[in-house]
């Protein structure tokens, strides 16, 4: 069974910076596609961002492009979402996710949110204007 488990959410001002990480207790991480969701009151689960099993493939949903940064460290089976210049809309709870994938899938990323397997609790990013 995998787990993930997001840290490094927080309330923070527009404008300000947070870090997500994303730590999965598994022994193959870099088998798996990962993805960042988020969800705020009210609305469905949407994308935020996405990153193939070996890093070399990133996706953008187009409201956070050129802000947040998708990353992995295979060795120590973190993925992070770097978010700068933050905004009130930005504020949600936000979700990591695992999607276990062939090595041969090396260059895909995946963006559905009913393609991933596996779902962490989520951590509040509150955003004050």
């Known amino acids: 069974q995998v787990q993930l488990v997001e840290s490094g959410g927080g309330l923070v001002p527009a404008g300000d910076s947070l870090r997500l990480s994303c730590a999965a207790s598994v022994r193959t991480f870099s088998s798996y596609a990962m993805g960042w969701f988020r969800q705020a009151p009210g609305k469905e689960r949407e994308v935020v961002a996405a990153?193939?099993?070996?890093?070399?493939?990133?996706y953008y949903a187009d409201s956070i492009k050129g802000r947040f940064t998708i990353s992995r460290d295979n060795a120590k089976n973190t993925v992070y979402l770097q978010m700068n210049s933050l905004k009130p809309e930005d504020t949600a709870i936000y979700y990591c996710a695992g999607l276990r994938v062939p090595r041969s899938s090396g260059g895909n990323y995946y963006y559905t949110l009913d393609e991933y397997q596996y779902w962490g609790q989520g951590t509040q990013v509150t955003v004050s204007s």
């Open positions: 990153i193939s099993w070996s890093g070399g493939a990133t």
